[in-house]
């Protein structure tokens, strides 16, 4: 399965910030909110985020821009 690129956007601001609000991420990706929430359960699943309240964390096992294709497409 390959990354939506609205993830991939996700993911690479999330690792430079460390944290992302719904409301942040969804001005950054042009959608709403509750889209961020479903994408943000969909990348819980994969272990590439951790919900928190109003937002997200990147998930202890880390997210590797570079490495990415490996994780999403096994």
């Known amino acids: 399965m390959h990354m939506h690129p609205r993830h991939k956007k996700l993911l690479e601001e999330l690792q430079r910030t460390g944290y992302l609000s719904f409301k942040e991420a969804s001005h950054l990706a042009g959608v709403t909110e509750?889209?961020?929430?479903?994408?943000?359960?969909?990348?819980?699943?994969?272990?590439?985020?951790?919900?928190?309240?109003?937002?997200?964390?990147?998930?202890?096992?880390?997210?590797?821009?570079?490495?990415?294709?490996?994780?999403?497409?096994?």
């Open 34 to 74: 509750m889209t961020i929430r479903r994408d943000v359960r969909l990348l819980a699943e994969r272990h590439l985020v951790m919900a928190v309240k109003n937002g997200m964390i990147p998930h202890p096992a880390g997210y590797e821009p570079e490495n990415s294709a490996l994780l999403l497409n096994s």
